[in-house]
């Protein structure tokens, strides 16, 4: 296996899922049964805020860095051109810049319960969005919330191909939130 392929085997991309969610996990249980009860209300916060931060960072990644910064973008366009191949980050690069720009810093700046809180919402943000990213293209939307991220991602696609890699729009995958905050809504067509 390459750990430094875009298109994954179905094995790979499948344990991509598993690691991230076992991550979680271990994460919020380490949390739970071995943080410090008297600093829960900040771990529940800081879990929260990388929650928060992740939607942030998603929306910043897809804009500018997978539409605007090479070679990401062109790695990214092979994802635009074949949408239901098991194209994603390797995880190797995912889960070291989550560690070297998420839980190093938060370590460094704080304590190692503080650096994992953070770290956790980051991660759980991260894994929620593999999971819709994954929905958006894979799965039957039974849901509204699915069907309106489908449909959202499905313009993101379709306004890509118009664009021909420039200006694209609907960046959010697990929210429209920073889309509307930066203007990134493009007029569909009725």
Same mark, same amino acid.
């Given at each position: 296996?390459?750990?430094?392929?875009?298109? %994954?085997?179905? &094995?790979?991309?499948?344990?991509?899922?598993?690691? #991230?969610?076992?991550?979680?996990?271990?994460?919020?249980?380490?949390?739970?049964?071995?943080?410090?009860?008297?600093?829960?209300?900040?771990?529940? $916060?800081?879990? &929260?805020?990388?929650?928060? &931060?992740?939607?942030?960072?998603? #929306?910043?990644?897809?804009?500018?860095? $997978?539409?605007? @910064? &090479?070679?990401?973008?062109?790695?990214?366009?092979?994802?635009?051109? +074949?949408?239901?191949?098991?194209?994603?980050?390797?995880?190797?690069?995912?889960?070291?810049?989550?560690?070297?720009?998420?839980?190093?810093?938060?370590? $460094?700046?704080?304590?190692?319960?503080?650096?994992?809180?953070?770290?956790?919402?980051? @991660?759980?943000?991260?894994?929620?969005?593999?999971?819709?990213?994954?929905?958006?293209?894979?799965? +039957?939307?039974?849901?509204?919330?699915?069907?309106?991220?489908?449909?959202?991602?499905?313009?993101?696609? %379709?306004?890509?191909?118009?664009?021909?890699?420039?200006?694209?729009?609907?960046?959010?995958?697990?929210?429209?939130?920073?889309?509307?905050?930066?203007?990134?809504? +493009?007029?569909?067509?009725?």
């Amino acid at each position: 296996m390459n750990l430094f392929s875009l298109e %994954h085997s179905r &094995a790979a991309y499948a344990a991509d899922f598993a690691l #991230y969610g076992a991550a979680v996990l271990l994460l919020a249980g380490l949390l739970v049964l071995a943080g410090p009860h008297e600093q829960a209300a900040a771990i529940l $916060l800081l879990v &929260a805020a990388g929650l928060a &931060a992740w939607t942030i960072i998603e #929306y910043v990644l897809h804009r500018f860095v $997978l539409h605007g @910064l &090479a070679p990401f973008s062109r790695w990214h366009a092979e994802h635009h051109q +074949r949408p239901v191949a098991l194209i994603c980050a390797p995880t190797i690069l995912s889960a070291t810049l989550i560690f070297t720009m998420v839980f190093a810093p938060a370590l $460094l700046l704080g304590s190692l319960w503080r650096a994992c809180a953070l770290t956790l919402g980051v @991660l759980g943000g991260y894994f929620a969005y593999a999971i819709t990213h994954h929905a958006t293209h894979h799965w +039957r939307a039974d849901g509204a919330w699915l069907r309106q991220r489908k449909r959202w991602h499905a313009l993101h696609h %379709h306004d890509h191909h118009h664009h021909h890699g420039g200006a694209s729009g609907f960046y959010g995958v697990t929210t429209a939130f920073w889309d509307h905050v930066f203007g990134s809504i +493009r007029r569909v067509p009725d």
